[in-house]
DNA sequence: GTGAAAGCGCTAACAA
DNA sequence: TTGTTAGCGCTTTCAC
C-alpha cells in the first residue's frame, strides 16, 4: 500500500497550514468557502483519509463503543482461535438456534451506534475470559458493553474506572457498573400463572441453574406464583454445560423409570426448553398432551419448534440499545452513579403449554 | 473518569524506561523476569490500559477489520440516525426475517476476526451511502469489507489505494477490488433444472430485478436451463425497494386476472419468494399445488414458512470468513493483484417446489 | 537487557 | 479566518 497522505500532504497542495485542514473538516462552515474548497479538492486528490488513531491520540476520545463477548458462535462449532479448523458444511447447520441471544443484543448495540454516530467494535475473548483480550479491546473504545459471566467482575471494576461499562442483562447491580436487564421474575411469575390458572396445572417442576442471578430471579417468579396458589415447589438440577441433550434425556429417563413425570417443565431458557422436548420427543411423550414446557427468552427457535414454544420474550435488541444508550450518555457527561435500566418482557402463548396455535403468535 | 494511566506512569513505579515497559507487553521472554514481574504489577496496581489510538499511530497498525454496510434493520423500521424515534413493538416483529442475510455475513466476518486476533469495527452508512461515513470506518481499520451497492465503486478504490479492501458477494469484479462471491449462475440452473426434470414443468417465470451483478448472473443460470430444456424465457418485473408485498399481489392479480399463471415462479432472492408466497396465499392460490414457488439465499425464514421454501443456500458465513480472510492476508503480506474466490452453493429441496417435507431438510 | 530520543498524524489552545 | 505550537501515548531504532 501506498504511504497514507497526512494533513501535512494536504495543506502543502491546498497551501494553507495544517490546523486549517483540521479546522475544514470539523467546522467546514467556518471556513473561508473558496479555502475549504482548495481543502477538500486536495484531499479528495490525494485520497486523504484522516487517521483515526491520530485523532483518538489528540482528541481523547475514539468514538467507539465496544461490546466484548465470547465467540459463542464459533466455540460452540469447535473452532479454535489461529487453527485451522474449517466450519462443517453450513448448509446442514442446526437452523433452529439462530438467531442467537447474543446476536440480537448485538444488533441492538449496532443499531444505537448508529444512530448515534459511534462505530461498533466488537471484540471475543480468545482465552477463558482473558482480560488480555478485553484489555485489547477496552483501550480503543470510549465505552463498553460485556455480556454477564464472560468477564470476572474485578478486572470489569478495573476498567470501569477509566471508561464507562455496562453489563448486559444483569438483574441486580451491586458493582457499580451501569446495567440493564428485563423483568425476569415479573416474567416468570406471569408464565406459572398461565400453566396454573389456565391449565389447571398443579405439579411444575422448575428447570435451570444456580448461581446465575438472572435464572435466580426466573427462578423466584416461578416459585413465588407456586407459593401464591398454594402448590409445592419442585426442581430439576441444570446440565452442565456443553452436555444438554443427554442431561435432558437421561432426566427424562429418571422421570419415567421413578414414574414421576411432572405435568409441566418450566425451564429458565428457550435452549433448555427445546432440548427438554426434543429428549421427551425421543421418549415417545406427547407435548403438551402429556407434559407442558415452557422457555424463556424468545428465540426464533421456540417459533420453528413444533409444538411452538411457549415463552417469554425478552426485548433483546431494545436490551442491547438501552446498553449502548447508557454508554454513550456517559461518555457525554460521565455521572457519579450507576445507571441501570430495567425493561419489560411480554408472555408468548404458543402451543407447547396446551394453547391452540393462533395466527398472530404463531409464524410471527 | 479518572485520568488514564500511560505507559510513563507504569515505567515511573516500576522505575524502568517507558521503552522497557512497552518492550515487557511485546517482547515479554526478551526482559529479565525480576523487571516483567516489577512492570506487570506496576501495570496491575495502576490499572494501565495501553491506548490503541497511540499504539496504532505509533505503530501504523490497527489491528481493526471494517466491515461497512447500511443499517438495514434500523432503516427497514423507519428508524433515523440521531432522531428519537422507538423502535415498535419488538415482541411483535416478523420474526421470519431474521437473520438477514447481513447478519450471517458479518458472524462469518467476526468469527475470522476472532480467529485471526483481530477486532471487528462495524458501521453503518448513515446517508445514502455517504462517503463522509465510510472514511469515519476506513480510518480506524487495517482492512475494509463492504456489501456491495452500498458505496460507490470510485469511493472504494480510491480508499483501496491505502488499505485493502474486499467486496461481498459482487461475482465478476472488474474494479480491481477483491471480492468473494458464491456460485450464482451453476445453483440457480440447478434449480432450473430440477422443476424441470423432476417436476416437469415448463412455464417457469424468473422472478428478480436487473443490473444488479449477482440477480444477474441467478438469472443466466435461469435462462441457460430453460434454453437448455428447450423452453420458452418468462420474467417478471420486480418490485421497486420497499413495495415487495404490495408489488408481488398486484403481479398476482395480474396474473390471474389474464389466467395466465405461470407453474413456477423462480425467485432471486428468498425475501422475493416469500413475498410472492404471502400473495398468492392471499389470493386464495395454493402452493406447490398451482404454482411452485423457488427462492434463493437459504435464509431461516424459507423454514419457517409452510409450505417450506425450496431454495439454493448461500454459504453466507463462510463469505464473512473468506472476506475477512483475504484482508488479514493483504494486511499482513499486502500482493499485487486483487484475490478473488467464488464458494459453491447447495440446493435445499424443500416443500415450496412440490416435493415432500423430508426431515433432514425441514427443521434443520 | 535497558534507556534516550525521535517521531506517528492529528487536535486544541493561543496568537496573529 | 488562519497559522503556530505543543502535546496526545506509544513504538522503534540506536546506543549503551
Redesign the interface.
Known amino acids: 500500500?501506498?504511504k497514507?497522505p497526512t494533513v501535512y500532504d494536504v495543506a502543502a497542495r491546498a497551501g494553507v497550514s495544517i490546523a486549517t485542514v483540521s479546522f475544514t473538516f470539523s467546522q467546514p462552515h467556518k471556513v473561508r468557502p473558496a479555502t475549504r474548497e482548495a481543502v477538500e479538492e486536495a484531499a479528495r486528490a490525494l485520497?486523504y483519509?484522516?487517521?483515526?488513531?491520530?485523532?483518538?491520540?489528540a482528541s481523547g476520545k475514539?468514538?467507539?463503543i465496544g461490546l466484548f463477548s465470547f465467540?459463542y458462535?464459533?466455540r460452540e462449532r469447535g473452532?479454535?482461535?489461529?487453527?485451522q479448523t474449517p466450519?462443517g458444511d453450513?448448509?446442514?447447520?442446526?437452523?433452529?438456534m439462530?438467531?442467537l441471544y447474543h446476536?440480537?443484543v448485538q444488533?441492538g448495540v449496532?443499531?444505537e451506534?448508529?444512530?448515534?454516530?459511534y462505530?461498533?467494535?466488537?471484540?471475543?475473548a480468545?482465552g477463558a475470559a482473558g482480560e488480555a483480550d478485553l484489555?485489547?479491546?477496552?483501550?480503543?473504545v470510549d465505552g463498553l458493553a460485556v455480556f454477564p459471566n464472560t468477564v470476572p467482575d474485578d478486572v470489569l471494576m478495573?476498567?470501569s474506572?477509566?471508561?464507562?461499562v455496562v453489563e448486559l442483562s444483569i438483574p441486580i447491580n451491586n458493582t457499580g457498573l451501569h446495567g440493564v436487564s428485563v423483568d425476569n421474575e415479573g416474567g416468570m411469575a406471569e408464565l406459572t400463572g398461565h400453566l396454573v390458572e389456565v391449565h389447571g396445572l398443579r405439579d411444575i417442576a422448575f428447570v435451570g441453574p444456580k448461581g446465575f442471578p438472572d435464572k435466580e430471579h426466573r427462578f423466584s417468579g416461578y416459585a413465588g406464583a407456586m407459593v401464591a396458589a398454594g402448590l409445592p415447589l419442585r426442581t430439576v438440577d441444570t446440565a452442565p454445560i456443553g452436555h444438554l441433550a443427554d442431561f435432558a434425556a437421561s432426566t427424562v429417563a429418571e422421570f419415567v423409570a421413578a414414574g414421576k413425570l411432572p405435568q409441566a417443565l418450566v425451564c429458565s431458557t428457550d435452549e433448555e426448553a427445546l432440548a427438554y422436548m426434543d429428549a421427551l420427543a425421543a421418549a415417545g411423550i406427547d407435548v403438551p398432551g402429556q407434559i407442558a414446557v415452557t422457555g424463556f427468552d424468545?428465540l426464533?427457535a421456540g417459533?420453528?419448534?413444533?409444538p411452538s414454544l411457549t415463552t417469554v420474550?425478552q426485548?433483546?435488541?431494545?436490551l442491547g440499545?438501552a446498553g449502548a444508550s447508557i454508554l454513550i450518555d456517559q461518555v457525554a457527561k460521565?455521572g457519579k452513579g450507576a445507571v441501570t435500566r430495567q425493561l419489560p418482557v411480554?408472555l408468548?402463548i404458543r402451543e407447547s403449554c396446551g394453547c391452540q396455535a393462533q395466527p398472530g403468535n404463531q409464524?410471527?
Open positions: 500500500m501506498a497514507r485520497g483519509l484522516p487517521s483515526a488513531s491520530a485523532r483518538g491520540l475514539t468514538g467507539a465467540a458462535y464459533a473452532l479454535q482461535p489461529d487453527s466450519f453450513e448448509a446442514n447447520e442446526d437452523f433452529r439462530f438467531p446476536d440480537e444488533r449496532q443499531v451506534c448508529w444512530r448515534r454516530g462505530v461498533l467494535m466488537v471484540g471475543d480468545k484489555a485489547g479491546i477496552a483501550g480503543r478495573r476498567i474506572r477509566r471508561i464507562p424468545g426464533v417459533l420453528v419448534n413444533r420474550r426485548p433483546l435488541v431494545e440499545r460521565p411480554k408468548m409464524v410471527r
